[in-house]
């Protein structure tokens, strides 16, 4: 009297399980990159625009690789009075753009993330 233990479908999860993280990284990566662009592309479109420099100075800086390590994304104006358009000063109100751009993408990419997590652990 024995028993019998069938592991290969257990041996199977595990290889994927190890795998995961590249595919996972590289899928995240992605989904990153996209994200950024869209959000950069969204304030451009919202910023106020006298002369378009601020708009113009709108960019997106990506570090990282995310099949590797950690990666992120910084996203906004490089001219010096982007921070008060945005949020306003003592005398003025803002008209924000960076942060409505983000609010507008924020939650598709958290629902990729997600997405592309439980297509490769499950």
Known sequence: MGIDIDVSEARAVASRIAGAGA???AVSAMVLRRTAHAIEAGAQALA???TGTLRASISTTLSGD???GAMSAEIGPTV???IYQEYGTSTQP???FLGPAYDRQIDGYTRALAQAAASEVL
Do not use: K
Request: hydrophobic fraction near 15%.
């Open 94 to 96: 803002g008209t924000p």
């Open 66 to 68: 995310g099949r590797s």
């Open 48 to 50: 106020p625009v006298d």
């Open 23 to 25: 595919r996972i990284g």
């Open 80 to 82: 010096d009075y982007g």
